[in-house]
């Protein structure tokens, strides 16, 4: 099956500092790759996710790569707020019901 | 709407006990899902039904069944309760397998098996 990793597992900014956070992936077939933020105690919730067609894509402060070649793909983060302290999980999927999670990353912004 | 629902919220178990972890969703999703989170093991799924009818294992499914009641409902049941089933549930659902592929979870349920 699929393996995805992710890195690191813990990240902490300078607030107004960006964060990169990146997942590689091992399944060539994997074509939708999906990023989740949860804050403590709370649901995962979908902030951002790209399809194996498009390379960037952009929702205000958050922005997603995909390096189909390489398989791996990043999760950026610009202008970094306290609000924004909370565990980012990436993931990957064909397309189907299997989605593969990577470890989490717990990104701390300080004040 | 209230989205995905699960019940109960926190549950403790002795080993071998059995329990049955409860989801609904109101969003007319056709896929739902259960998965488990354990500290630094990210997300993992238990089983899925990819329609009313349907379930298929995912990565973790031993020690675990399920049934899809109906379209809103979703459930995951622990036979017989193991230590290392300690751990926090999550419920999701999305519209289709293909198409729209955004996931929804619910609240999760905290499981403790002593």
């Known amino acids: 099956g699929e393996n995805v990793e992710q890195h690191p597992s813990t990240l902490s900014v300078q607030e107004g500092d960006s964060a990169v956070i990146k997942c590689t992936y091992s399944d060539s077939a994997s074509n939708y790759f999906p990023w989740y933020k949860q804050e403590l105690g709370k649901r995962p919730q979908l902030i951002i996710d790209i399809r194996s067609n498009v390379g960037e894509k952009k929702d205000q402060r958050i922005a997603v790569t995909l390096n189909k070649t390489a398989k791996h793909f990043s999760l950026h983060i610009t202008e970094t707020q306290p609000e924004d302290s909370a565990v980012y999980f990436c993931?990957?999927?064909?397309?189907?019901?299997?989605?593969?999670f990577g470890t989490g990353t717990s990104l701390t912004v300080i004040p | 709407n209230a989205g995905v629902t699960q019940t109960p919220k926190f549950q403790v178990l002795k080993t071998g006990q059995s329990m049955t972890l409860q989801c609904a969703q109101d969003m007319n999703h056709n896929s739902m899902y259960w998965y488990r989170q354990d500290p630094g093991m990210g997300l993992r799924l238990i089983y899925y039904s990819a329609s009313e009818g349907t379930t298929d294992k995912g990565e973790v499914p031993n020690g675990y069944n399920v049934s899809r009641l109906n379209k809103r409902e979703f459930s995951l049941r622990l036979e017989s309760a193991a230590p290392s089933q300690t751990s926090v549930y999550f419920c999701?659902?999305?519209?289709?397998?293909?198409?729209?592929?955004?996931?929804?979870f619910g609240p999760g349920t905290r499981l403790t098996v002593l």
């Open positions: 993931a990957a999927s064909q397309g189907g019901n299997q989605f593969y």
């Open positions: 999701a659902s999305k519209r289709s397998a293909g198409g729209d592929d955004t996931q929804y």
